[in-house]
């Protein structure tokens, strides 16, 4: 059974910084894209931060220069630090996969639960 399961949310005022982890489980972790996407409310699910299973990354216009993904194949953990934070950062951040389980061989997505991010002005 895939799990994705995100934490380091919380409140923090603008101008401060976070780090959020997503430990993973039941993925081939190593062949797997990981991406981070921003839920802001009454708005559509956004990426904001991809990192491939070779390590490329892509940002957010919104997000570039603040925020910095990375992953740990050792660990099956991607994390996201962000820095600068502005009240417009304020949503739930959902850890996303894109590819293998070690049950199944179907490249397909995997998603976690979320966690919320506020951020004060």
């Known amino acids: 059974q895939v799990q994705l399961v995100e934490s380091g949310g919380g409140m923090v005022q603008a101008g401060g910084s976070l780090r959020l982890s997503c430990a993973t489980s039941?993925?081939?972790?190593?062949?797997?894209?990981m991406a981070w996407y921003r839920q802001a409310p009454g708005v559509q699910r956004e990426l904001i931060a991809l990192?491939?299973?070779?390590?490329?990354?892509n940002y957010a216009a919104s997000v570039e220069g603040r925020f910095t993904i990375s992953r740990s194949n050792a660990k099956n953990t991607v994390y996201l630090q962000m820095n600068s934070l502005k009240p417009e950062d304020t949503g739930a951040y959902y850890c996303?996969?894109?590819?293998?389980?070690?049950?199944?061989?179907?490249?397909?997505?995997?998603w976690g639960q979320g966690t919320q991010v506020t951020v004060s002005s």
């Open positions: 990192i491939t299973s070779s390590f490329n990354t």
């Open positions: 039941g993925l081939v972790f190593i062949s797997n894209d």
């Open positions: 996303h996969a894109f590819g293998r389980s070690s049950s199944d061989a179907r490249v397909t997505d995997y």
